[in-house]
């Protein structure tokens, strides 16, 4: 497609609810990064993929957080048993070759 | 690690006057800096970047400057307009990895008429 598309753009979980988050990247972008950004701040990186392969996920806050792209294309970022910390928006990026990072909208997950 | 932090956390500027952001990082090694542009509700949008082999680079109305003596980034906007209200994130690629960015907590840019 033309941009970053992620669903839901909004998604209010009750506590200890689990969500699924999903990033269409542009096709053909081999690069997918996961971000969280609380409010007020920068994003903070979470997890990468390189194609299929999950090749950096040092930035998941817990085991609670789980992301997967099996083919290579479309993602889920995966939040079990959500807490109010795991409030924030989630934005995904994907990328071609290392530069021209495009960004989506992000999904603004509220935990309450 | 890197770590990058800005030195204002809100910047007001007059309709058509000049905008600098300033933007420090902590690794000398880093390779590749992006600056975005951040509107309320939208992802970071892309505005200009540079490499570590370079001091200055130009777009429209943007200039990027990068000092690495003193591990220091700008971004200058001439003759700002209401639209380019946002927050700014510079964005750092350190060298040796796979391009994952690390972004600054962010300039908040408000433009008044």
């Known amino acids: 497609g033309a941009g970053v598309s992620q669903s839901p753009r909004y998604k209010v979980a009750k506590r200890g609810q689990d969500v699924a988050l999903r990033c269409d990247p542009i096709s053909g972008h081999v690069s997918l990064f996961w971000y969280q950004q609380a409010l007020g701040q920068g994003p903070e990186f979470l997890t990468y993929?390189?194609?299929?392969?999950?090749?950096?996920k040092s930035g998941l806050p817990s085991d609670r957080f789980f992301a997967e792209r099996p083919e290579g294309s479309v993602s889920t970022l995966k939040i079990q048993r959500t807490q109010q910390e795991d409030s924030a928006v989630y934005l995904c990026?994907?990328?071609?070759?290392?530069?021209?990072?495009?960004f989506g909208s992000g999904t603004r997950l509220t935990v309450v | 690690g890197e770590s990058v932090g800005l030195h204002l956390p809100t910047l007001s500027v007059q309709e058509g006057d000049n905008s600098i952001i300033n933007c420090a990082y902590s690794n000398s090694a880093s390779d590749y800096f992006i600056w975005y542009k951040q509107e309320s509700g939208k992802g970071p949008q892309f505005i200009i970047d540079?490499?570590?082999?370079?001091d200055k680079r130009q777009g429209q109305r943007v200039t990027v400057l990068l000092n690495k003596t003193v591990k220091h980034l700008s971004l200058q906007i001439a003759a700002t307009q209401p639209g380019d209200s946002a927050v700014y994130f510079c964005?750092?690629?350190?060298?040796?990895?796979?391009?994952?960015?690390?972004f600054g907590a962010g300039t908040r840019l408000a433009v008044h008429p």
């Open positions: 964005a750092v690629v350190p060298s040796g990895g796979y391009n994952k960015l690390i």
């Open positions: 540079i490499r570590s082999n370079m």
């Open positions: 990026a994907s990328s071609l070759a290392g530069t021209g990072y495009t």
């Open positions: 993929f390189q194609n299929e392969a999950q090749l950096d």
